[in-house]
């Protein structure tokens, strides 16, 4: 599996952006579907994961601000982030896994991309 990740860039505290992640290859082995992010001098963070059924984790950090989703017919997920902050910048980095998403909270994925970068700007 391979996963492109795109959408980031700058933005003014509170406004949006969405960004997409594109995924090819082994498409039937994928089950959960996430984003993380990582700022410098900090931890990586889960910040969100949806299942192939539609179930869903969220960081609390985040909860209420940003949505994930995913289009099966084009093999994309999405993390739409309103209300942005400036503690929000960070590499944004797409995974995914054929684990279920209960495994994957605590155990990880298995297929990164190469993050795409978001600076929220005060």
């Known amino acids: 599996v391979q996963l492109v990740e795109s959408g980031g860039g700058l933005v003014q505290a509170g406004g949006s952006l969405r960004l997409s992640c594109a995924a090819s290859g082994m498409i039937s082995s994928i089950n959960t579907m996430g984003w993380y992010r990582q700022a410098p001098g900090k931890e990586r963070e889960l910040v969100a994961a949806i299942s192939s059924g539609s179930s869903s984790y969220y960081a609390n950090s985040v909860k209420g601000r940003f949505t994930a989703s995913r289009d099966n017919a084009k093999n994309t997920l999405y993390l739409q982030m309103n209300s942005l902050k400036p503690e929000d910048t960070a590499m944004y980095y797409c995974?995914?896994?054929?684990?279920?998403?209960?495994?994957?909270?605590?155990?990880?994925?298995?297929?990164w991309g190469q993050g795409t970068q978001v600076t929220v700007s005060s």
């Open positions: 995974a995914a896994g054929a684990d279920p998403i209960v495994v994957v909270i605590t155990e990880g994925f298995v297929t």
